[in-house]
């Protein structure tokens, strides 16, 4: 044993001795490339993918799941910190099926099927009440989760008990609900989505008034039902009406921001804040008006024209007639007549235009509320949350020139007048910092090819090519090598030819013996013998 190993390493100091450097180095190039694809190969045939199973599972329903692919030997991993179960991409679909039709995932919550499934004559009126409430609340939360940006949806519901008694319906007690909505990542609501989901929930539980709903984000955000004075215009009666339309005002301009800029930024890249002074004050007043049809010229509309012209020119004449008698006495008033020789002309002219102009008549009632000042806050993440920048100069003045118009065409003219631009720039505060308290949405896990296994290839695409080049470049090295060496030897067996040897008869005998030594060894052996026998 240790003559052969000695053998084999004597033959391989020899082999790799016998070697150039580049044979060395080709030779070590092919054997580390050739264990690396291995590798590879190994790692591509034995390596599963896995597809996302569930998804925002709970804890039991997790635990159930897992234990039911325990149970059928089905390799799993849990993910998104265990709300998750990926399984291999080939086997998804079955499993998923498998699971339905065993009735995977089992939430542990009471649905209308309970009833059907466990129906019984041993139920007490209070267990037949507690089933329904839970059965009632789960089917609202599954028909929330049916609209778009309701990711899921926690109900609770408090029905009280209905009294044998007769009562009035001032003393009777109305049921609340209290709903906590997980929403998308930077998802608002409209007035008309807000006002459905209130409805949904009223229409869904007997005497359920809308006052007595509750409806919250999992941020602490509250979905107000905006009341019906405020959206017919009537809501400058009191304070907590005045506040109310305050509020929604600056609700409003904030979702008109937030979606911009979630347009622009992206979602959950930017949160705004706006703060408004509005003018309650109401004013009811009547004009009368009278105004001339042509303005410029102060002029009306001739409805009626006449012009009146008298001319005289003669002798005088003196005066004349019957003294007339006084009613207070009965004197007489004695006329004297004037110059019989005087002579005149007398000219007369009258015009008289009727004309009409504009009469208006105003019954004027002024806006319940007007905006009187107008302020909004931005803040923006970068694109590098930590470097702020990383946020080109060219949108952050695009921004500014937007909130700029939503605050010039916002406030009232009347209370604010024509406002200059550096004063609408000092109601708008645009910050470009971190923002640490709004929560990434998380990203689906893809299949995609990790970015090291394009380097590995590329590396191995490399060293393949470079190997090709050494093993050409090194056989066209020997072929060179062994051309030279046959010309050398076709040089050294070049001499000179010599005459032919002439065969004598002991040559002759010598070759015969030769012959028959080689080609029939038995019979040259008995000749062999018969010599030495003779001797």
């Not at 649905?111 to 004559?121: K, Q, V």
């Not at 609770?156 to 007690?173: A, R, W």
């Not at 609700?251 to 992206?266: A, I």
Request: net charge negative; aromatic share 6%.
């Amino acid at each position: 044993m240790n003559e052969r190993l000695k053998n084999i390493q004597t033959k391989f100091s020899g082999f790799w001795g016998s070697r150039s450097k580049k044979q060395k180095i080709a030779l070590i190039s092919s054997i580390v490339i050739v264990l690396i694809l291995a590798a590879v190969i190994t790692y591509f045939a034995t390596r599963v993918t896995y597809k996302p199973l569930y998804s925002n599972l709970t804890a039991t329903e997790v635990g159930q799941i897992k234990e039911q692919l325990d149970s059928e030997g089905v390799k799993y991993q849990v993910g998104d910190g265990g709300t998750s179960i990926l399984v291999p991409e080939g086997k998804a679909d079955d499993l998923l099926v498998s699971l339905a039709s065993q009735g995977y995932p089992k939430s542990g919550e009471i649905d209308y099927s309970f009833f059907s499934e466990n129906a019984g004559f041993g139920m007490t009126d209070n267990e037949f009440n507690v089933l329904k409430v839970a059965s009632v609340q789960t089917e609202l939360a599954k028909l929330l989760k049916q609209m778009d940006g309701i990711n899921d949806a926690k109900v609770m519901l408090s029905i009280p008990e209905q009294s044998t008694f007769v009562t009035s319906s001032e003393d009777k007690e109305g049921a609340s609900a209290s709903i906590v909505l997980d929403t998308a990542a930077g998802q608002q609501f409209s007035e008309d989505q807000i006002k459905t989901l209130y409805n949904l929930v009223a229409k869904s539980v007997p005497n359920l008034s809308t006052d007595n709903i509750v409806i919250t984000n999992q941020y602490n955000e509250y979905y107000d039902l905006t009341s019906d004075s405020l959206a017919n215009g009537n809501g400058s009666g009191n304070a907590a009406s005045q506040l109310a339309v305050k509020k929604q005002i600056e609700k409003d301009l904030q979702r008109q921001v937030q979606s911009l800029l979630s347009s622009v930024m992206g979602s959950g890249k930017a949160v705004v804040a706006v703060t408004s002074d509005i003018d309650f004050t109401q004013e009811q007043r009547t004009e009368k008006l009278v105004e001339p049809v042509d303005k410029k010229n102060m002029a009306g509309i001739t409805i009626s024209a006449q012009k009146i012209s008298e001319t005289y020119t003669g002798n005088g004449a003196a005066a004349s007639g019957t003294a007339e008698a006084d009613g207070s006495t009965d004197n007489f008033t004695d006329y004297q007549s004037g110059n019989t020789d005087g002579s005149g002309d007398y000219e007369k002219t009258e015009e008289t235009v009727n004309s009409e102009v504009n009469r208006i008549k105003r019954q004027i009632t002024e806006s319940p509320y007007r905006v009187r000042d107008l302020g909004i806050q931005v803040v923006i993440e970068p694109p590098t949350a930590n470097d702020p920048t990383t946020l080109p100069a060219e949108t952050q003045a695009a921004v500014q020139n937007m909130l700029t118009s939503i605050v010039r065409t916002s406030i009232d003219k009347n209370s604010a007048g024509n406002l200059t631009n550096a004063q609408v720039a000092q109601k708008i505060n645009v910050s470009v910092q971190q923002l640490k308290g709004t929560t990434q949405p998380t990203t689906a896990q893809g299949t995609t090819i990790p970015w090291w296994i394009w380097v590995i290839g590329g590396v191995l695409v490399v060293a393949i090519g470079l190997l090709v080049f050494f093993i050409i470049r090194s056989r066209r090295q020997e072929d060179e090598y062994y051309d030279e060496d046959e010309y050398y030897d076709e040089d050294e067996l070049e001499v000179d030819d010599i005459a032919d040897e002439q065969d004598s008869e002991a040559t002759v005998r010598r070759k015969q013996l030769e012959k028959m030594a080689k080609d029939k060894p038995d019979e040259f052996a008995k000749l062999l013998r018969t010599w030495i026998s003779e001797d």
